[in-house]
């Protein structure tokens, strides 16, 4: 045997095999009094499939985290690959030393491609508890959960799926695509294609741009913390009821035959006025008899309009305030949020906000004629949350059951739901996200992170209506970036007269702005949407497709495969980049039919 090849074998022995028949997970416990211990545990082979379980049971007493780190999970510095998390984030095997964290993980994955073996890991139990941790320690990269627990301890079975990728499949696509099949496989969401044949609201959404029009507000955030009827801020008044009937009229006027209009605002004081309180409809706007005359005009010109409502956040302004519908924190203190437009919010316990004001706001909202995808502010964007009152304690996943029962019951009165948020716990019901990140275009780039890639997208494009970054809002009016971006993720147009209304510099949807204020600022706002009405209609017959491929066609160049073989590539650099004889001009996107 000559020296080369002996070394070439001694290497080989030396690195690590991703064996399905032999796999284990190193278990950390890491408890209150900061002692660590560790257990190695099998996993349970099925196919392509490695299951993970914890009995909640057998979890030691005083443990407050629990880090699960499959062996096979892990990569060495300047080896090829990538992790991938939820959101998106993708980083190469670069660093020496880094950690990467993500609290809010609104779908319960992960994946890895390593030379060795590629896999996406799915969390099925405990999955609103953990924090995803990519980490790289003296040139070892490990990616793992690690399990936080509150005063509710391990309520449920700690459990994930490793399904091990191989072929076609061992990517970031092929990630979304099992987690895509997972889910409808096991009942958890229907395709888009299935649900518009029955729900000629959501057909409708599907086809046309989404404009929202804030009305109203107090200034957020509000200069009083705990309002009373004598400190309440005044209510700016922006767009009356019957001036959103002129924004009506110029849509029709330009052209626009199709949008869904989002009133925001037409409740109590204005967007975040007196919430849970909602009615009477704000008289300052025109009243009751102004809205349901503009709802049935709409309706008449051929558009779907909706309402937007709030089911999370209270304040002690309102009619209705009772400190016993509130969340308690673990030491029964009020959960408390941030201070906005109607001054400090306070969290609803979900299934208070059910049984106390759903089951009668949502069918009074829906009797003033709004129908289409009704909005729910919040809901969809945060985590479930627990609640410790003992007269309703919930933990986290069973407070996720009564918001999805919230949304269930808006589906079914209006014929549609959306919420803020990409958090997929919902994903039976949420029909639309109003933004999926408030990334600026999926640019962030940290040490452990190279770029991000449409993880969400690829897996629910096709079954949940979406627009990708709160900075595409009114994106005909931002730089040719916006445009593309929308496109390559495949997002739904979405238009927000007064989109920037707060006080300070915390604009997420951008400092460009659309208004109808005056006659002229109208005719410049409905032409900005009209703009964006023809860029989608180059694509909104994909809404119904999977998107079943990302990949980069250059560095700065991605294609888009749709499931009906619709391809859409993008061109970030600076120089035109030619696919299939086309030319793809500089900061443009082209759709290339099958």
């Known amino acids: ?78 080896e090829d690959g990538y992790f991938v998390m939820p959101n998106g984030f993708l980083g190469t095997f670069r660093q020496r030393d880094g950690e990467q964290t993500l609290v809010v993980n609104a779908m319960p994955i992960f994946g890895m491609k390593t030379p060795r073996c590629s896999f996406v890991a799915i969390v099925t139990g405990m999955r609103h508890a953990y924090t995803l941790v990519a980490k790289a320690e003296a040139g070892v990269y490990r990616l793992f959960p690690r399990f936080v627990l509150d005063e509710h301890g391990v309520y ?17 696509s092929g990630m979304a695509r099992t987690y895509r099949k997972f889910q409808l496989d096991r009942g958890a969401c229907v395709p888009l294609k299935q649900r518009i044949k029955t729900s000629p609201e959501l057909s409708y959404a599907t086809k046309s741009v989404e404009i929202r ?24 008044v922006a767009v009356t009821f019957d001036r959103v009937g002129d924004v009506l009229d110029k849509l029709k006027e330009q052209g626009v035959g199709q949008a869904e209009i989002c009133l925001v605002g037409w409740n109590r004081k204005g967007h975040d006025g007196r919430y849970p309180q909602l009615f009477p409809v704000e008289e300052q ?56 437009s109607g001054g400090r919010m306070y969290n609803i316990c979900p299934q208070c906000s059910y049984e106390r004001f759903a089951l009668k706001d949502l069918p009074a909202v829906a009797e003033l004629g709004f ?4 909005y729910i502010d919040v809901l969809s964007i945060v985590p479930p949350r627990a609640c410790f009152d003992p007269n309703h304690p919930l933990n986290a996943s069973q407070s996720a059951v009564w918001l999805d029962k919230i949304m269930e019951l808006g589906k079914q009165t209006f014929g549609g739901i959306g919420s803020e948020g990409p958090y997929d716990v919902y994903c039976g019901n949420l029909d639309y996200v109003l933004y999926v990140s408030f990334d600026p275009y ?4 940290t040490d452990m992170v190279d770029r991000s890639v449409p993880i969400w997208q690829l897996v629910y494009h096709g079954i949940i209506l979406s627009n990708p970054f709160s900075r595409t809002t009114n994106y005909t009016i931002k730089e040719d970036l916006a445009k593309v971006k929308l496109a390559e993720y495949g997002g739904r147009p979405l238009f927000y007269l ?12 951008g400092d460009e702005d659309i208004s109808c204020e005056t006659d002229e600022a109208l005719a410049a706002a409905v032409a900005a949407i009209k703009a964006g009405v023809d860029d989608y209609n180059r ?56």
Not at 156 to 172: F, Q, R, T, V
């Open 156 to 172: 449920e079975d700690l459990a994930i799926n490793y399904h091990m990728l191989s072929g076609e499949d061992a990517n970031y």
């Open 371 to 374: 129908r289409g995808v009704h």
């Open 442 to 445: 999926a640019r962030a780039r």
């Open 213 to 236: 029009i804030r009305q109203a507000w107090k200034p957020a955030p509000s200069p009083v913390e705990e309002q009373t009827l004598a400190t309440e801020p005044p209510m700016k």
């Open 1 to 78: 045997m000559t020296n080369t090849i002996a070394h070439s074998l001694i290497l080989l022995c030396l690195l690590p095999v991703c064996s399905v028949s032999a796999a284990h997970v190193n278990v950390t416990y890491i408890y209150a009094d900061k002692h660590v211990e560790t257990a190695s545990h099998p996993l349970v082979q099925q196919g392509a499939v490695l299951h993970f379980r914890l009995k909640a049971s057998a979890v030691p007493a005083g443990v407050r985290q629990i880090e699960v780190a499959a062996e096979f999970a892990e990569a060495s510095t300047g």
């Open 285 to 340: 706007l025109g009243g009751e008899h102004k809205l349901r005359h503009l709802i049935t005009k709409a309706q008449d010109m051929g558009y779907q309009i909706v309402g937007h409502t709030n089911s999370t956040d209270a304040y002690r302004i309102s009619e209705v305030w009772d400190e016993q519908y509130i969340i308690k924190t673990a030491d029964q203190r009020l959960s408390k949020n941030a201070c906005w």
């Open 498 to 509: 007064h989109s920037t209304f707060v006080t300070t510099k915390r604009n997420w949807m």
């Open 539 to 594: 694509r909104s017959h994909l809404q119904a497709e999977f998107m079943e491929e990302h990949e980069l066609l250059a560095p700065d160049v991605s294609r888009t495969v749709y499931s009906d073989g619709s391809e859409i590539v993008a061109n970030y650099s600076s120089d035109d980049f030619v696919y299939k004889d086309r030319t793809v001009k500089s900061l443009s996107y082209i759709v290339v039919e099958n």
